[in-house]
């Protein structure tokens, strides 16, 4: 029994493999049955990752025991090596399963027969041997050894990668990705199994990389490090970085002292073109260098090269355009303000243009009508956008297919069909909800784009970023190289939405003050569409210090202890407890210690710490913020709104008991438990269970899902462990194999950068303090206006004043904006 590193205990199972029960050729996944050697006459079944497995073969694994719901005790393993077959029995099976080609049962058992103990020796080196048993002739002799050598290079490899840490599921993709070329390729460059396959990230290749013996300042290991720092990067949203940003998180990553040596190593990485270098003005400052991974520097050449390249006016009569508005209007009994009919007879007159603005404002009246004018004029027209659920919103309200820019492209082993040599077929490309487009994303779509082809990007700069690298629409936007409309007027109907005007208030700094539904309990009933629940959550600074006082209780002695090891500072002695002082935090100098001691539940607890409790806090009523979210889910509104309604929770942050994972863990548990007959599948911590509502966390090009895309789980397949999602807004059913099933979450509770693009019936936004590293005024707004009929805050208003009042500061590092402001030079 071993602990592993991930803080599993791991136990070992050595024994024979009587039957090969079930073996996906795909990805390795077995079940077999195995004789342990220690219950000769007892079986157990093996669930493991291997490249081909055979009755017969004695095996050690090692892995942990579960109990499977309907098909009970397994052992999952993590690792499966090969020994030399244990009996003779054995040796004939293993030999006779199929194992090598051209020996059957029969001629297994003449061959053990012949050679007895000797028999694999003579395989491994001797097999010419073999003509000495009766029925080998030299033509059988050549198939055999040929299968034999097939299967000694595939056990070798698999017993190299799992002796370096790799997993069975990992080894047997490598293998099927490499061949018998992977020890060497794995020797070569262990880091390349970052790149190659989702799931190894850095850390593991690196692990791989020291268990061969590469030495820690190896400059393989070190510009491994550099590109791995870079391509983090991008989880920020950034392009480049600097050398002192280089300099810093790769020292602090691989623990090593770059200073001397950084400098040379770069500039051979520069000279190899692993990375590329632009010199760029930050701050103000004198050009310095920036760096980039090849595929993001590329990318964002490409983008301003191609924007600079549209900048021009296109031939139109204006006058006609304008008359052709009018009549428009008068036929359809709609009225345009002046800032949408300018824009409409702008955009047809540019080659590259951005339509901007608020929520409320008309940007899509505003594109409805460009769409008919363009038509008008007798010229095609492709709509477009980043999400599956932004296309269908902008289909619905346009009257036109609209496609994900993904499938507008269309992805085809491992590249985009529409590109330069291959562009779409249209006059006019229409692209909503830009905000979202990152940089790489961007120059897909562009290199699509016929050169006589108009673009206009629609979008509210003043929403979150993209997920990925680059900061397109806002770069575009402040560059003042393109023309640019903007829509500020709020319509009438819009004004009447609180969401749309607390939306509009938040972006300009005003802190809303918005109405409780304790407060005015009809609220609900008048559908009032934007409504804030006060509510509150322990803390963990809180839960320490009841804790603490708590203990001091029970035992008077922990007295002594605390005085020498006390967490809090700057505090009073206090009388105390059955005459025991106690030091006290200045936070805590007004919490009446003998109301903590006599708390009996988490709500008295909390209510005995806090300086006040809000009036229409939830406390009052027995529920602390995390309740509440899980009562607005299941019951409240479902009440008033109806249970077939879509109900998303949007948070901040993926830990804390308001998180992500938390919150998903809470809900999945009040409205989609596990009864007897559920099929579900366990994938390390996360649960899945039919019915469940789930999110795709990364783009997957060959089942066609992407980053953020949501559905539901129709079926599960406990035997094959895959399962259906359906998902949202068009019912489209996608099967996931094993492996794939990792790409998904659970997704009652997303983050609201996740959210990105996408519109939901009903909202709940948890904002508590906890959550104070992420609290930023843009990320309010986004949540906010992700809600198309109603949109519930809860936490505490302090919190929502510290985001309004927040104001992002954190610069993404792109060049788009420079490049597109100057002559393009590198």
């Given at each position: 029994?071993?602990?592993?590193?991930?803080?599993?205990?791991?136990?070992?199972?050595?024994?024979?493999?009587?039957?090969?029960?079930?073996?996906?050729?795909?990805?390795?996944w077995s079940i077999l049955r195995v004789t342990p050697f220690g219950n000769p006459q007892g079986h157990e079944t093996v669930i493991v990752h291997q490249t081909k497995v055979f009755a017969?073969?004695?095996?050690?694994?090692?892995?942990?025991?579960?109990?499977?719901?309907?098909?009970?005790?397994?052992?999952?393993?993590?690792?499966?090596?090969?020994?030399?077959?244990?009996?003779?029995?054995?040796?004939?099976?293993?030999?006779?399963?199929?194992?090598?080609?051209?020996?059957?049962?029969?001629?297994?058992?003449?061959?053990?027969?012949?050679?007895?103990?000797?028999?694999?020796?003579?395989?491994?080196?001797?097999?010419?041997?073999?003509?000495?048993?009766?029925?080998?002739?030299?033509?059988?002799?050549?198939?055999?050894?040929?299968?034999?050598?097939?299967?000694?290079?595939?056990?070798?490899?698999?017993?190299?990668?799992?002796?370096?840490?790799?997993?069975?599921?990992?080894?047997?993709?490598?293998?099927?990705?490499?061949?018998?070329?992977?020890?060497?390729?794995?020797?070569?460059?262990?880091?390349?199994?970052?790149?190659?396959?989702?799931?190894?990230?850095?850390?593991?290749?690196?692990?791989?990389?020291?268990?061969?013996?590469?030495?820690?300042?190896?400059?393989?290991?070190?510009?491994?490090?550099?590109?791995?720092?870079?391509?983090?990067?991008?989880?920020?949203?950034?392009?480049?970085?600097?050398?002192?940003?280089?300099?810093?998180?790769?020292?602090?990553?691989?623990?090593?002292?770059?200073?001397?040596?950084?400098?040379?190593?770069?500039?051979?990485?520069?000279?190899?073109?692993?990375?590329?270098?632009?010199?760029?003005?930050?701050?103000?400052?004198?050009?310095?260098?920036?760096?980039?991974?090849?595929?993001?520097?590329?990318?964002?050449?490409?983008?301003?090269?191609?924007?600079?390249?549209?900048?021009?006016?296109?031939?139109?009569?204006?006058?006609?355009?304008?008359?052709?508005?009018?009549?428009?209007?008068?036929?359809?009994?709609?009225?345009?303000?002046?800032?949408?009919?300018?824009?409409?007879?702008?955009?047809?007159?540019?080659?590259?243009?951005?339509?901007?603005?608020?929520?409320?404002?008309?940007?899509?009246?505003?594109?409805?009508?460009?769409?008919?004018?363009?038509?008008?004029?007798?010229?095609?027209?492709?709509?477009?956008?980043?999400?599956?659920?932004?296309?269908?919103?902008?289909?619905?309200?346009?009257?036109?297919?609209?496609?994900?820019?993904?499938?507008?492209?269309?992805?085809?082993?491992?590249?985009f069909r529409k590109n330069e040599k291959s562009p779409l077929d249209c006059d006019f490309l229409i692209v909503d909800e830009c905000s979202m487009l990152d940089i790489t994303l961007t120059a897909s779509l562009l290199k699509a784009v016929p050169a006589a082809c108009q673009v206009v990007f629609i979008?509210?700069?003043?929403?979150?970023?993209?997920?990925?690298?680059?900061?397109?629409?806002?770069?575009?936007?402040?560059?003042?190289?393109?023309?640019?409309?903007?829509?500020?007027?709020?319509?009438?109907?819009?004004?009447?939405?609180?969401?749309?005007?607390?939306?509009?208030?938040?972006?300009?700094?005003?802190?809303?003050?918005?109405?409780?539904?304790?407060?005015?309990?009809?609220?609900?009933?008048?559908?009032?569409?934007?409504?804030?629940?006060?509510?509150?959550?322990?803390?963990?600074?809180?839960?320490?210090?009841?804790?603490?006082?708590?203990?001091?209780?029970?035992?008077?002695?922990?007295?002594?202890?605390?005085?020498?090891?006390?967490?809090?500072?700057?505090?009073?002695?206090?009388?105390?407890?059955?005459?025991?002082?106690?030091?006290?935090?200045?936070?805590?100098?007004?919490?009446?210690?003998?109301?903590?001691?006599?708390?009996?539940?988490?709500?008295?607890?909390?209510?005995?710490?806090?300086?006040?409790?809000?009036?229409?806090?939830?406390?009052?009523?027995?529920?602390?913020?995390?309740?509440?979210?899980?009562?607005?889910?299941?019951?409240?509104?479902?009440?008033?709104?109806?249970?077939?309604?879509?109900?998303?929770?949007?948070?901040?942050?993926?830990?804390?008991?308001?998180?992500?994972?938390?919150?998903?863990?809470?809900?999945?548990?009040?409205?989609?438990?596990?009864?007897?007959?559920?099929?579900?599948?366990?994938?390390?911590?996360?649960?899945?269970?039919?019915?469940?509502?789930?999110?795709?966390?990364?783009?997957?090009?060959?089942?066609?899902?992407?980053?953020?895309?949501?559905?539901?789980?129709?079926?599960?397949?406990?035997?094959?462990?895959?399962?259906?999602?359906?998902?949202?807004?068009?019912?489209?059913?996608?099967?996931?194999?094993?492996?794939?099933?990792?790409?998904?979450?659970?997704?009652?509770?997303?983050?609201?950068?996740?959210?990105?693009?996408?519109?939901?019936?009903?909202?709940?936004?948890?904002?508590?303090?906890?959550?104070?590293?992420?609290?930023?005024?843009?990320?309010?707004?986004?949540?906010?206006?992700?809600?198309?009929?109603?949109?519930?805050?809860?936490?505490?208003?302090?919190?929502?004043?510290?985001?309004?009042?927040?104001?992002?500061?954190?610069?993404?590092?792109?060049?788009?904006?420079?490049?597109?402001?100057?002559?393009?030079?590198?």
């Amino acid at each position: 029994m071993q602990l592993s590193h991930t803080g599993v205990i791991e136990e070992s199972l050595q024994g024979i493999v009587e039957r090969v029960t079930f073996h996906n050729a795909d990805n390795g996944w077995s079940i077999l049955r195995v004789t342990p050697f220690g219950n000769p006459q007892g079986h157990e079944t093996v669930i493991v990752h291997q490249t081909k497995v055979f009755a017969g073969a004695t095996m050690a694994f090692t892995g942990t025991w579960t109990v499977h719901p309907k098909f009970g005790r397994q052992f999952q393993a993590t690792t499966a090596q090969e020994k030399k077959p244990a009996t003779t029995a054995a040796l004939e099976k293993y030999i006779g399963s199929g194992l090598i080609k051209g020996v059957g049962p029969k001629t297994a058992k003449k061959i053990v027969r012949h050679f007895n103990d000797q028999t694999l020796d003579v395989f491994e080196q001797s097999i010419e041997r073999l003509t000495e048993v009766p029925g080998i002739a030299r033509k059988r002799l050549k198939t055999i050894e040929k299968a034999w050598i097939e299967h000694r290079a595939i056990r070798n490899v698999m017993m190299f990668l799992q002796s370096h840490g790799i997993s069975t599921l990992f080894a047997v993709k490598i293998y099927k990705l490499y061949g018998d070329s992977a020890i060497d390729t794995v020797s070569r460059d262990p880091y390349q199994l970052a790149n190659d396959f989702y799931g190894i990230g850095f850390f593991s290749a690196d692990k791989v990389a020291l268990s061969i013996g590469l030495s820690l300042d190896s400059p393989q290991r070190i510009m491994a490090g550099i590109e791995h720092v870079l391509a983090a990067g991008r989880n920020f949203g950034h392009c480049f970085l600097t050398f002192s940003q280089i300099n810093q998180q790769a020292s602090e990553l691989l623990q090593l002292d770059l200073t001397h040596g950084l400098t040379r190593l770069l500039d051979q990485m520069e000279q190899d073109r692993l990375v590329m270098v632009r010199h760029l003005v930050i701050d103000n400052k004198v050009a310095e260098p920036c760096y980039y991974s090849r595929s993001l520097y590329f990318d964002e050449r490409y983008v301003a090269k191609r924007v600079k390249a549209s900048i021009g006016p296109c031939p139109v009569d204006r006058q006609r355009v304008t008359a052709w508005i009018h009549r428009y209007c008068r036929v359809n009994a709609m009225e345009l303000s002046l800032e949408q009919a300018a824009s409409v007879e702008g955009i047809v007159g540019e080659p590259f243009s951005v339509l901007t603005g608020g929520p409320g404002c008309g940007k899509t009246t505003t594109t409805r009508v460009l769409v008919e004018l363009i038509r008008a004029m007798g010229r095609s027209v492709l709509l477009a956008a980043p999400t599956g659920r932004a296309a269908q919103r902008m289909e619905e309200l346009i009257g036109q297919e609209a496609k994900t820019i993904h499938r507008l492209l269309g992805w085809q082993n491992g590249s985009f069909r529409k590109n330069e040599k291959s562009p779409l077929d249209c006059d006019f490309l229409i692209v909503d909800e830009c905000s979202m487009l990152d940089i790489t994303l961007t120059a897909s779509l562009l290199k699509a784009v016929p050169a006589a082809c108009q673009v206009v990007f629609i979008g509210d700069s003043d929403q979150l970023p993209s997920v990925g690298a680059g900061n397109v629409l806002k770069d575009i936007i402040a560059s003042n190289s393109v023309a640019c409309f903007r829509l500020t007027e709020i319509f009438r109907q819009a004004r009447e939405s609180l969401i749309i005007k607390y939306a509009h208030k938040i972006n300009q700094g005003e802190i809303p003050w918005i109405e409780s539904p304790f407060k005015r309990p009809d609220a609900w009933q008048q559908r009032v569409d934007c409504l804030f629940v006060d509510a509150d959550e322990a803390t963990r600074e809180q839960l320490t210090f009841i804790n603490r006082v708590k203990r001091l209780v029970d035992d008077p002695r922990e007295n002594q202890t605390s005085r020498v090891s006390n967490p809090f500072e700057f505090g009073v002695n206090d009388p105390g407890l059955h005459g025991n002082p106690i030091t006290i935090p200045k936070k805590f100098q007004h919490v009446d210690l003998q109301q903590v001691c006599g708390a009996k539940t988490e709500i008295e607890e909390l209510k005995a710490v806090l300086k006040k409790v809000h009036p229409w806090s939830s406390l009052r009523y027995g529920y602390t913020a995390l309740d509440t979210v899980k009562m607005l889910f299941q019951h409240w509104i479902p009440k008033y709104y109806g249970s077939s309604s879509e109900i998303q929770i949007l948070t901040p942050m993926t830990r804390g008991t308001l998180g992500t994972i938390n919150l998903n863990r809470v809900i999945q548990a009040a409205v989609n438990p596990l009864t007897h007959g559920t099929a579900q599948l366990k994938v390390g911590e996360r649960i899945f269970r039919v019915g469940d509502r789930v999110i795709h966390r990364k783009n997957n090009y060959d089942l066609g899902v992407f980053n953020g895309d949501i559905g539901r789980i129709v079926s599960i397949d406990n035997v094959e462990l895959t399962c259906v999602v359906s998902f949202f807004p068009d019912g489209r059913e996608v099967i996931y194999q094993k492996e794939e099933v990792i790409e998904l979450d659970l997704a009652y509770a997303v983050t609201i950068h996740k959210s990105q693009g996408s519109e939901f019936e009903i909202v709940i936004i948890p904002v508590m303090t906890q959550h104070y590293k992420m609290l930023f005024r843009n990320l309010i707004y986004t949540g906010l206006t992700r809600a198309r009929t109603l949109a519930l805050f809860v936490g505490t208003r302090k919190a929502l004043a510290m985001a309004v009042m927040n104001q992002d500061t954190g610069q993404r590092q792109t060049a788009l904006e420079q490049l597109l402001a100057q002559p393009l030079l590198n």
